[in-house]
Nanobody, 125 residues
Framework: QVHLLESGGGLVQAGGSLRLSCAAS????????VGWFRQAPGKEREFVAW????????AYADTVKGRFTVSRDNYKNTVYLQMNSLKPEDTAVYYC??????????????????WGQGTQVTVSS
């Protein structure tokens, strides 16, 4: 089992920044790839970014490319999502998810075995 806990969400004005954290506990001795997803009110959950188990590979949704950066510190068992130049359309609950069996992560939710509870990000205009 891998338990994930997101933090760092909040209210920010458009153009501002936030850094989300995804802290893992449990079976953290295993390597795991991590994805970030988000769900806005009334919409389906969507892919945001992923990072490979050693941080060597990353991928981003086109909507956040150039504004968001995913990174990780495996000594702290924590993955980060740095969000800059935030827009009102970035408002959503942000989730991290872990895949303990693969080097690469995926944009597809079915790829992941473990999910956090989410953290709310609200961007005001």
């Amino acid at each position: 089992q891998v338990h994930l806990l997101e933090s760092g969400g909040g209210l920010v004005q458009a153009g501002g920044s936030l850094r989300l954290s995804c802290a893992a506990s449990g079976r953290t001795s295993s390597t795991y790839a991590v994805g970030w997803f988000r769900q806005a009110p009334g919409k389906e959950r969507e892919f945001v970014a992923w990072i490979s188990w050693n941080g060597g590979s990353t991928a981003y949704a086109d909507t956040v490319k150039g504004r968001f950066t995913v990174s990780r510190d495996n000594y702290k068992n924590t993955v980060y999502l740095q969000m800059n130049s935030l827009k009102p359309e970035d408002t959503a609950v942000y989730y991290c998810a872990a895949d303990p069996d693969n080097y690469y992560a995926s944009q597809y939710e079915s790829h992941y075995d473990y999910w956090g509870q989410g953290t709310q990000v609200t961007v005001s205009s």
